[in-house]
């Protein structure tokens, strides 16, 4: 990765100069109609947003920047065909560069630290909001917008329109980064198999109540153990009631700051995010910016019986109702594997894999029918035993453009053309039939959306639905989200090899974190390194001062099964289309 970076920077350094291509609004019309439909804008608006573009791009005609994304189907999209579109539309050339996430974490930190322009923009997750807008290394676009950058930002823009602006806003009301692509942790499950007469009657003498989707992680657990230890095989193949993976790797701690512990109930309730405690167990007062601490001891929660709770379940499920294998997957092995058929559900699967789970047959997808129909569907995933009402229900990714201000102010405009271009209204339509990943309101109402929605699994009734707010990103609680993140996986690796019991691995975990905390602290204080607004960590008290009280981490229950509780599927998306 380093070789990677350095070779990137020096590049950059050199502006290999180039020949651009003829940009003109013949080729704005060429994309235009051979590419771009259907779309949410008239043709003639499309022209005039692409003539907008056009003359924008005027001055940087012959640039040649580069910008870095993960690897899902909407990025790949992106790099293979509007890096060409925008090049003979603006005669600006793209190296849109796709890495795995930690790698573009790693990347933007690196960026951040060094002040060395290795990327002229990234496709960063709005995890980092709380970085970004203590910092202040990223670019304010709101000030961006109305000063420097006002003569590169589209009119036609219309950020109302964006669903996601909400998660990449910072404390000061200002906006840091621009969504590009925005996908849910939603329950997945195998219709076909829940419809079946002789299995709901199997289910229901069993356990006592209906097969349906599980409201909480009791029916979760019941489904999972009746399809692996009772149903064991449909159609000649071995079957199993639940899918996950626990490589030792950075994606393996995304998977629990990505609400994993929310959904267990860890946090307090407050949307987007619990206040005072979010879903990473981070204590930071409502109308303060400075995080006081994750451990139960400072008045945190990640080390509480609810977060010990969600992490013991993690491993339990996964040893004992996961295909062999899972626990050594990671988690761009894991969400394609459903593809083979054999799992019954997933508790927590990301809707960015949509666009894998239904394609046909003959490519290898063993979920949807002869007709290219899915045999399977999604929904809100089930909450734990701590849960509250009130509380977020799960995770929502929004990848977001994002400008460090180490990068040059000519490469800054040219990568905020592209940027904005990726999420024009004249491409947004198309690109989103592509990946799947929904950022514009205009685009899933879309006609297009209605009449392809009964192929996606539910996925366009829930982005229609209210209850999409519901399905937050981490929030501002997090100070410095590359120093922290990189803390989890490794801990809950521990669990996973064997090597600590969840409560001994989650008592390391919210350690760490409060001694990386603590640093930031001093560098505050010392420097103003956070803009005032990082840690200011609480003295430690012995637990029993924080648990169970109000606003504080909660106290462990006498029960952690309550009785299992689904809900119809079909009764659900009615309620969703109302």
Known sequence: MRRLLMATAAAVALNIAYTPAFADMAAAEKWINDEFQPSSLSVDEQKK?????INAAKPFAGMEINVLSEGIPTHD???KVL?????EITGIKVNHQILGE???VQAVQTQMQTGRNLYDAYVNDSDLIGTHSRLQLAVNLTDWMAGEGKDVTNPMLDLEDFMGTSFTTGPDGDLYQLPDQQFANLYWFRKDWFDREDLKAQFKEKYGYELGVPVNWSAYEDIAEFFSEDVKE??????????DYGKRAPDLGWRMTDAWLSMAGTGSPGEPNGVPIDEWGIRMEEGSCNPAGASVSRGGATNGPAAVYAIRKWDEWLRKYAPPGAADYDFYQSLPALAQGNVAQQIFWYTAFTADMVKPKADGNNTVDDAGKPLWRMAPSPHGPYWKEGQKVGYQDVGSWTILKSTPTDRAKAAWLYAQFAVSKTVDVKKSHVGLTF???S?????SFSERADNLGGLVEFYRSPDRVRWSPTGINVP????LAQIWWQQIGDVNSGAFTPQQAMDRLAEEMDITMARMQRADEAGNVYGGCGPRLNEPKDPSEWLGKPDGPKAKLENEKPQGETVNYDELVARWNQ
């Open 77 to 79: 999209y992106e790099s």
């Open 443 to 447: 685009t899933v109402n879309h006609e």
């Open 234 to 243: 449909i159609d000649g193949v071995t079957i199993y009631g639940h899918m």
């Open 439 to 441: 950022i514009r309101d």
């Open 480 to 483: 410095d989200y590359p120093k």
């Open 49 to 53: 947003e692409m003539e907008w573009f």
């Open 83 to 87: 890096t060409k579109a925008f090049e």
């Open 102 to 104: 930690g790698e573009v």
